[in-house]
Each structure stands twice: as C-alpha cells, then as structure tokens.
C-alpha cells in the first residue's frame, strides 16, 4: 500500500493486532483518519494527514520538528486504538509505564 | 495469409514465451482443472478465466490494481536483502529504513542471515538488540523472521537422527521417532528466540517456509505459534508455508485431531487460524515446464479455496517460484505485476 508514504502500515498494525481482513482493515483505519478508503492509497492525502496528526512520514525537510520512528508510534497507539508492543516496551524501559500497569 | 495475434508472457522457469488466443485460453483452463484435481476445491468461474485472461493479456510492462483495491505486504526479507542479498554494505538496523523511507515498504521483518530459528537462539541477544534499535527509529510494523527448518536438527551436525536417510534404509520407527524429537527441539527454539524479540518489542513472529521439512515441521510451527501467542495475546504470529502441500515425511502426525500430511491451503489456513496465528502466508508452486497462465490459474483457483474459507488474513507469497511468479533469481516485473494483480482481484488476497 506504500506503507509511511500512505497508511500502508496503519492498515498492516490492524491486521496483525486484530487480524481483520484486508477490507475491514482500511474501513477502521479511514474512519479512524476520517477519509475514505480510497484516500488510504492517496499519497497527497495521506501526507497531510500524517503531517497533521503526527503519524511520521516517509520524507520531512530537515527540523527538529520531525516526528517520526518511537514518537510516532506513541501517537499511532492513540489514534488507533491499539497497543505496540514496541511503544509498551520503550514506556516500561524508560520508566514511564510500570510492568503493573502494563499488565 | 495473415499471421495469428501472439501474446508476450513467461514460462514458470522466466524464459519468454509468444502465447495465442487460443492458447492461453487453453492453459488457464488446464491450471484451473489441475488444481481442481489435486486439491478437490472448486473450479474458478468462467467469468473468472475470463478476468484472468484480460489480465495475462493486458497491454503494457507493468499493470496494477484499481485505485482502491491496493493490499498490504509482509515479507522473509530478515532485513537482509540490501545488505547481502545485494552488496550493499548496511547495518540491518538502517537498513529497515530504507525499507520504510525510499522502498514505501508496509512493514519488515529483521532476522539472521542464516534464516532459521536454530542459529538465531545463540545470537538470540543480539538480535533482538539489533531489532530494539530498528525498533527506535521506524514507524511501520517491524517483525522478526526465521524458518523453523527442522533439517537442521538432523545428525550429524543436529541431536537427532536424520528421517531423510533413515526412510530409505527401512528405518520407519526410527524416521517417526527422529522427527518426533525433532518438532520438540524446534518448538523450544523458536518459543525461545519469540520471548527475547517480544522482551524487544517485536511487533510479530514470522515463522517463514513452514512445512519445509515436512508435516513435522509444519506441526512444530502451529505448536510454536499456540505458545507464543497463549502466552503474549499481544505478539501477532504470521506462518508462511513452504510450498502448497504439506509433504508426509512423518505421515501420521496431527494438530487439533487433523493429520497434517497432504494438506492443501484451504486446510491448513484453518490450522494455521486455530494455533492463534494472525496472518497466513499462502504458498501455490509454480511448474518452470508450464506457462505463467496455466501456473497463475492454477495458483487463482487454489487461492479462492482457501480466501472463502479464511478466518485471518491471507497473504499470498509471491517470491521466486511461488504464486504464479517464475523460478528466477530477479523477478520479472511484468509478469510479477500480474500474478499480484491477479491474487488481489480474483483471489481476494488480504496481502502479498
């Protein structure tokens, strides 16, 4: 689907954390998003959203303001809905969140 | 008199090939009642072929699906088809983002360049620090990848007896016994190497080429993945087979009361599904001696049984020599563009 260039890994997360097929995958997503599905694929549409909302992107001029990578998937776990293991993990290692409260 | 329209396609071994009509009609009727044949599913539609056909013949190098049709992609690359695949000297950590960056990927998967679960348990540590820094910088799904692959478990250089020449010399229990042993030692490795990538923050198991020594090596994919995912509901496990029907080295195993020796995708997604698995990686061979229309009707008619009655995602393997794609080492993007094609709109695919 283009991954970071469109919402190709935001439809992937859903299919593995909750093994929705492929049409059930991008309806979540997009309404999550607020597009269409079509949109999805839409690499115009899909950069200013990312942009917007902080879901990192494929090609950023060069800034501090860049959001990518570990800060992006923090906020990917919010506007989905889901838990990354790898988010869960980072929170736990650098004391933000508890074992306990992982649990 | 004037001379026939032909049409430029493959064979399964990648050489090119002039088609008629008459003749590509012809092989995508033959793939379809091969697969009808060997797996007792049913034939695809003729409106099907008659997609198929218009698909195989389509002008142009490369095609691709309509505009909101497009479908995710998972991979065996062990984030290490840049670095030694090509020769591009690349720490596998970066090399995940190229993946992300500059190739537009879904997701990856990183693992050892010795692909199998049994080499990654001694450098378990590393790798999975490894996968922790790729882990910081990305943003898509990052799983770690291995193959089961229970040959290695064989003597001489493994702790059991090797079911390959034991069978010929006669030796049924001994083979039965061998391989029995053998899913113990996989089970243990792979569950082993899961919990240090899930300690990581892996965001999946990949248990790539499954079945690949056999029904003892698909049975030890499905325990492994039960364990797995019964222990972390949240570490997704995706199992990618190693070919369309699971080979009776053993002959009498089973999984959930089904023998696993003979099973065609349709059953084992079903399998695959009861072990907690989240995706599954579906495998149809391609004959080099056939046509790419006979071969990806062939894979299409496979596909569809096993889409109909699939309850997780169905991804469909599409790399050297599987799902309609040639036996060649650099894939042809005309014809791998339409076998993709294909698998989306009539097999109805969740992911390549």
């Known amino acids: 689907m283009g991954g970071v260039r469109t919402a190709g890994d935001l439809v992937l997360r859903m299919q593995l954390a909750e093994k929705m097929k492929i049409d059930e995958a991008k309806s979540y997503v997009a309404s999550k998003l607020g597009v269409t599905v079509e949109d999805l694929c839409d690499v115009v549409t899909m950069t200013d959203i990312r942009t917007d909302l902080g879901l990192g992107l494929c090609h950023v001029e060069p800034s501090g303001k860049e959001i990518n990578g570990i800060m992006a998937k923090c906020r990917i776990e919010e506007v989905l809905g889901i838990r990354i293991n790898s988010v869960q993990r980072f929170k736990e290692n650098a004391g933000i969140l508890s074992k306990e409260a992982r649990r | ?352």
Request: glycine fraction near 10%; proline fraction near 5%.
């Open chain 2, 1 to 352: 008199m004037k001379e026939e329209k032909t049409f430029r396609t493959r064979m399964g071994d990648g050489s090119l090939v002039r088609m008629t009509e008459e003749e590509i009609r012809a092989d995508i009727w033959a793939g379809t009642e091969d697969a009808v044949r060997c797996g007792k599913v049913e034939p695809m539609s003729e409106e099907d072929m008659e997609k198929l056909y218009d698909i195989v013949t389509a002008p142009g190098g490369v095609v691709g699906v309509s505009p909101g049709r497009e479908i995710v992609l998972t991979n065996d690359s062990g984030g290490y088809k840049i670095n030694v695949k090509s020769q591009v000297p690349l720490p596998k950590e970066m090399e995940t983002l190229l993946y992300e960056r500059c190739l537009g990927c879904d997701s990856v998967d990183i693992g050892n360049t010795d692909y199998n679960f049994k080499t990654a348990k001694g450098i378990a540590e590393r790798e999975a620090g490894a996968l922790q820094q790729a882990l910081q910088v990305t943003t898509m799904p990052l799983l770690y990848g291995a193959m089961p692959d229970m040959g290695f478990y064989t003597q001489p250089d493994g702790p059991v007896g090797n079911w390959a020449t034991l069978l010929p010399e006669g030796k049924i229990q001994e083979a039965w016994e061998a391989q029995e042993q053998a899913v113990k030692h996989s089970v243990k490795d792979i569950t082993f190497v899961a919990e240090k990538m899930y300690k990581a923050g892996a965001d999946g198991i990949n248990l790539d080429t499954c079945g690949a020594s056999g029904d003892a090596d698909f049975l030890a994919s499905l325990e492994a993945c039960e364990q797995i995912t019964s222990r972390h509901p949240d570490l997704p496990v995706e199992i990618g087979m190693a070919g369309e029907f699971v080979l009776g080295m053993h002959g009498r195993l089973k999984y959930k009361g089904k023998r696993l020796a003979g099973l065609y995708p349709h059953d084992q997604v079903k399998l695959v599904e009861e072990a907690g698995a989240s995706i599954f990686g579906l495998v149809v061979n391609t004959n080099c001696s056939r046509s790419f229309p006979w071969n990806i009707a062939r894979t299409i008619t496979f596909t569809q049984a096993c889409t109909k009655v699939a309850g997780i995602p169905v991804h469909a393997d599409v790399g050297m020599g599987v799902c309609g794609v040639p036996m060649v080492e650099i894939m042809p993007a005309d014809i791998v563009s339409r076998a993709d094609k294909a698998l989306v709109e009539l097999g109805k695919v969740d992911g390549l």
